[in-house]
């Protein structure tokens, strides 16, 4: 009888703001309690008591540092433990270096956040999906882990770790009734571009997402049971120009495009 009225649970990394924020929002409307992760606490608090006001959701905060070991392992032992329906892997940062700067290290960091937590997030998950049958993992890579940009070497390379992952796992579980997403946006209105001290206000609206109409279309995919979701139509046509150009066009096209827009 204690189950009748039991929520399902979605667990979602990097909730503080932007995409994260923006399922959080979305899967509560539709019924969901919640663990939401970040760095920064006061952003997540008010998260959490905006859904328990208008969506009488349950929301858990975890405070970890996927930059670190022990901020993965804290966030993969809540995951085991809390046996998720959905598990929405946003948490992911960029870097203002290039990969030609002398030091590489600052740039170090983004490669835990955006893959080793990934994976170490996601196998924690998968028992308990496994034992019910059921289950969904989102893990949120970008358009830059399909079509290569010169600016964000270590970046693209890891979304497409992402994407290659998410494909593989999809492989991997096929049968087992769980679903598997790379959800692959392109610009979108968040805090991640100003974070890291990158001006791309030269780039016109009409090539930016905002963060709503990205999960609207990543839950669109999911029902539909696609396993890579390249959000907006720009973003599927670059992506469809890289898949089918000769290489050199594409080269050629990426330098115009960085030249006209100075980024």
């Known amino acids: 009888m204690s189950n009748i009225n039991k929520r399902s649970l979605a667990f979602i990394t990097g909730a503080s703001s932007g995409i994260g924020a923006a399922f959080a929002r979305r899967l509560a ?26 969506h009488c959701a349950r929301c858990e905060i975890l405070i970890a540092e996927l930059s670190d070991d022990a901020g993965i392992e804290a966030a993969a032992k809540r995951a085991a433990e809390a046996a998720p329906d959905i598990l929405i892997n946003n948490a992911g940062i960029g870097s203002g270096s290039v990969f030609r700067d002398p030091d590489l290290t ?108 990205v999960v609207a279309e990543s839950l ?7 396993t890579v979701c390249i959000t907006g139509r720009i973003n599927r046509l670059m992506v469809a120009l890289y898949r089918h150009l000769p290489r050199a066009w594409y080269r050629a096209l990426y330098r115009i495009g960085t030249r006209k827009f100075k980024i």
């Open 29 to 54: 409307a539709d019924g969901y309690d919640l663990i939401i992760h970040g760095r920064r606490k006061e952003l997540l608090d008010a998260l959490a008591a905006e859904l328990a006001q208008k």
């Open 106 to 213: 600052p740039m170090l960091p983004m490669l835990s956040v955006n893959m080793d937590a990934v994976v170490r997030i996601t196998h924690a998950a998968l028992p308990a999906m496994r034992k019910r049958g059921s289950g969904a993992i989102l893990n949120v890579a970008s358009v830059a882990g399909l079509a290569p940009s010169g600016g964000s070497v270590l970046y693209g390379a890891s979304k497409a770790f992402v994407v290659f992952f998410s494909e593989s796992l999809a492989l991997d579980l096929a049968g087992s009734g769980i679903r598997v997403q790379a959800l692959c946006p392109g610009l979108t209105h968040t805090d991640f571009h100003s974070r890291i001290g990158l001006d791309y206000s030269r780039i016109p609206e009409s090539y930016w997402q905002s963060a709503d109409s």
């Open 220 to 226: 669109a995919c999911l029902a539909r049971g696609r």
